[in-house]
């Protein structure tokens, strides 16, 4: 897993924070001085605290859990549906609907419809179902593929939630925090990095540095998934395997020569 460098991180703007005036003072350890009126993040802290973060992510996705990626700025929502879709793992881009997590079971039951009518449409019946409720069906199922479609794979609460924005997430935050699953997040100067488990400082409002930051994570992410099936191949190569037994015949059925000498014998 290549580590990014401190030139890296400047070329991306990554240091670049809000107003002085908009600031948490919970962000002050992560500040490094006020240029023109403009908070400047600490890169030498940015990159500890990356690294931190990666290694904790790596280690969840080796033990085959899942890590929900949260992104529904405009800056943020096409560079995270690209990466995270890529390497297998759900995601959200859309408005984050309320209750996604502390009532997943509602949500499951939402994803399961999709299946429904996608085995509604296969159907033969289907051709005699009338044009009006083709239409309402269908955009019911693009409604659902919008919100809910990056999520499927996601059978149970994730073990882990990844935020671009952890302000502009709030509520995704406060559900992991009220479910006591782990919270990463790019953490701003105008954010608290006290309710985040493992918080990024960075800039989350420039391309460049949500990019940087995110390939950062998923190699992370990759290289678990990647260790994870190296081992299960392992584990499969060592397994002994069954050896073939022939089953023995059982018969009570006696042979006719058998038979014959049986009857010898009684005479």
Do not use: C
Not at 89 to 96: A, D, G, H, L, S
Not at 176 to 187: Q, T
């Amino acid at each position: 897993m290549s580590k990014i460098s401190f030139d890296e991180l400047l070329d991306a703007g990554v240091h670049f924070g809000h107003l002085k005036r908009k600031w948490n003072p919970n962000m002050a350890p992560f500040i490094f001085m006020e240029k023109n009126g403009i908070h400047i993040i600490d890169l030498h802290k940015t990159i500890v605290k990356l690294e931190e973060a990666t290694q904790a992510m790596k280690q969840i996705a080796k033990s085959g859990r899942k890590i929900l990626f949260v992104a529904t700025k405009k800056q943020a929502k096409d560079i995270v549906a690209e990466k995270v879709k890529a390497i297998g793992m759900p995601y959200v881009t859309e408005r984050w609907s309320g209750g996604m997590m502390t009532n997943f079971p509602t949500v499951r039951k939402a994803v399961k419809k999709m299946g429904t009518i996608d085995k509604l449409i296969k159907e033969s019946t289907y051709d005699n179902v009338s044009k009006r409720e083709r239409l309402q069906i269908t955009r019911q199922r693009a409604k659902l593929e919008k919100t809910l479609g990056s999520i499927v794979d996601l059978t149970r609460l994730p073990a882990a939630i990844f935020v671009v924005d952890v302000m502009k997430e709030h509520i995704a935050v406060a559900e992991a925090i009220k479910l006591g699953i782990p919270v990463f997040g790019i953490v701003d100067t105008n954010s608290d990095p006290n309710k985040i488990d493992f918080p990024i400082p960075a800039n989350d409002d420039a391309t460049k540095s949500i990019s940087l930051i995110l390939d950062a994570v998923l190699a992370g992410v990759k290289e678990g998934l990647d260790e994870r099936k190296a081992t299960k191949e392992k584990e499969d190569d060592v397994k002994p395997k069954p050896k073939k037994t022939e089953a023995k015949r059982t018969s009570n059925r006696k042979s006719p020569a058998r038979k014959s000498v049986e009857t010898e014998e009684q005479e």
